[in-house]
């Protein structure tokens, strides 16, 4: 080739050299970075999914760590709650000793009642002081708001979780589908002589055996004796037997008279029976009927005792019945008067009205505005990564509500001066309430301690190793995506030394070879 203008071999080798230079590049960058993908241009789908991929495993680490960090908040309110749980334990010992009023004086009852204040104030001020990070635990700033509770149907509602799924608020409803009811035995009072009771009145000395959820007693009836002694005589032993008697009608003896649980539900229940009767059951008419399961208590007057054989069937024993209700249209748990539903929507427990829990067919409903405590578990901000729970007030205005007498009453009412009192229950001689508000805030702490814990081990714990599992898949498949194999790339390394090399030596060559045209001028 004799033209010099156009050096051919030197663009070729030029351009290949150039190509090596640029792979030689390529391979150091890999190897210094350790990275398979360090510009789009490397790998556009490759940039595209792991990044995607790496975005995921910063949201899988944050989720660790808020569930680790909710682990921390639990076992700091439980902390606090173990201190109540002790206090309630403490002051439930003082009340014990201060029922023992023939071996205690007035002095050390005082004294009790001082211990049982401190107690009660500790609660209050732990409620008040227990905190995380600035965050109250137990001061009610956990708690859900709740809007439009009629107290006259819904005596006391504690929502345990609740979901707000695009809706600022979440409504209630409740439907009482079946009434709540006490055990009840009814006892006729217009029979006509030579029965056993005949028109009001008692015509043969009576043993009874009265027994209940409480305890069995034996009342003693004498001869010629009203209905309204025995009324009297079951009554006076209400405490012990948990079963009260009155007339079905108030103004006519000769209606006859009803014994009841005075609690509701399924394990209340009421028997009396009829001692020392004639050998012959058939001759005994002191005889008492309950309705037949599945019929509703009539409020008509007179009763139906024409209904004996139907609706009405002999019995000395009946057992009470439990609300049926529903929430929100969802088949409520009912115990007695109260009711609970638990999902991941919706946990709620409701103690409602004895009037709203007996009246089939009445509804009520309220709304829950916000509140409560949400925890942010999953790399995604949506409902379905995400779990909230209630954390209640623990103050004594706040604990431990039972229904006393129809009236809703909490732990503070045990303090001096107060309804429950050592000395007005002294007065009383009837512990029995202290102790029903003590149990129910006992049960209250256990059972939120319950739930936290549960919530801990099946929630948090169990979401953490799962997130633990996705970052190690996640961080494997970024990996593979990105990363540079360092085998391979040192192989590349080499063959693009080599190459560097050849190219150069070869591109002199082609220089080298224009200048033997300077041969042909002589």
Do not use: C, H
């Not at 708690?143 to 107290?151: C, F, H, I």
């Not at 009803?258 to 002191?286: C, H, I, M, T, W």
């Not at 050592?422 to 001689?429: D, N, Q, T, Y």
């Amino acid at each position: 080739m004799a033209r010099i203008n156009t050096n051919v071999p030197s663009l070729v080798a030029r351009a290949n050299l150039a190509r090596a230079n640029a792979e030689l590049e390529v391979r150091l960058q890999r190897l210094s970075t350790g990275l398979r993908i360090n510009r789009g241009a490397d790998d556009p789908a490759g940039l595209i999914i792991s990044e995607r991929i790496r975005s995921d495993i910063q949201g899988v680490t944050q989720g660790i760590n808020n569930a680790d960090r909710a682990s921390s908040v639990l076992a700091t309110t439980e902390a606090a709650l173990t201190e109540v749980n002790d206090l309630l334990t403490s002051i439930r010992s003082l009340i014990v000793e201060a029922a023992n009023t023939g071996a205690n004086s007035a002095a050390e009852r005082d004294a009790n009642q001082l211990q049982i204040d401190s107690a009660i104030d500790s609660i209050t001020r732990i409620s008040n002081t227990a905190s995380f990070g600035g965050l109250k635990l137990l001061n009610g700033s956990l708690d859900y708001n709740l809007s439009g509770v009629t107290t006259s149907e819904i005596a006391k509602a504690q929502v345990f979780n609740a979901s707000f799924v695009d809706s600022e608020n979440l409504e209630v409803e409740v439907e009482v589908v079946a009434s709540a009811q006490t055990g009840a035995l009814y006892l006729r009072g217009d029979y006509s002589p030579p029965n056993d009771v005949a028109n009001g009145l008692v015509l043969s000395a009576t043993t009874l055996e009265i027994q209940g959820p409480n305890g069995v007693e034996i009342i003693q009836i004498p001869v010629s004796a009203s209905l309204d002694s025995i009324v009297t005589a079951v009554n006076n032993l209400t405490a012990l037997t948990g079963v009260r008697a009155e007339r079905i009608n108030a103004s006519d003896i000769t209606s006859g008279i009803v014994f009841q649980s005075v609690k509701y539900g399924s394990e209340a229940f009421v028997s009396v029976k009829r001692l020392q009767g004639p050998s012959d059951p058939s001759e005994d008419y002191f005889a008492t009927y309950k309705f037949v399961d599945g019929e509703e208590v009539p409020g008509s007057v007179p009763f139906p005792w024409s209904d004996i054989g139907t609706t009405l069937t002999s019995a000395n024993r009946d057992i009470g019945q439990n609300v049926n209700a529903l929430i929100n249209g969802a088949l409520a748990t009912g115990d007695g008067i109260n009711i609970s539903v638990n999902s991941t929507s919706l946990g709620i427990k409701l103690i409602l009205t004895e009037s709203f829990a007996t009246t089939p067919g009445s509804t009520s409903s309220f709304y829950i505005t916000g509140g409560g405590a949400l925890f942010q578990l999953g790399a995604q901000v949506t409902a379905q990564q995400q779990a909230n729970i209630g954390v209640p007030s623990m103050s004594a205005s706040k604990l431990g509500g039972t229904l006393v007498s129809g009236e809703l009453q909490f732990l503070s009412s045990l303090k001096s001066g107060q309804e429950n009192a050592i000395r007005s229950l002294v007065e009383r001689g009837d512990f029995s309430a202290a102790s029903e508000i003590l149990e129910t805030a006992i049960d209250e702490i256990s059972i939120l301690r319950g739930r936290l814990g549960a919530f801990e081990r099946n929630v948090l714990q169990t979401n953490v190793r799962s997130l633990q599992a996705s970052l190690e898949n996640l961080s494997a498949s970024v990996s593979r995506i990105r990363d540079a194999d360092f085998a391979a790339e040192t192989s590349f390394l080499t063959r693009a030394q080599i190459l560097v090399s050849a190219g150069s030596s070869v591109l002199t060559l082609a220089n080298q070879q224009s200048q033997q045209v300077l041969q042909l001028l002589g």
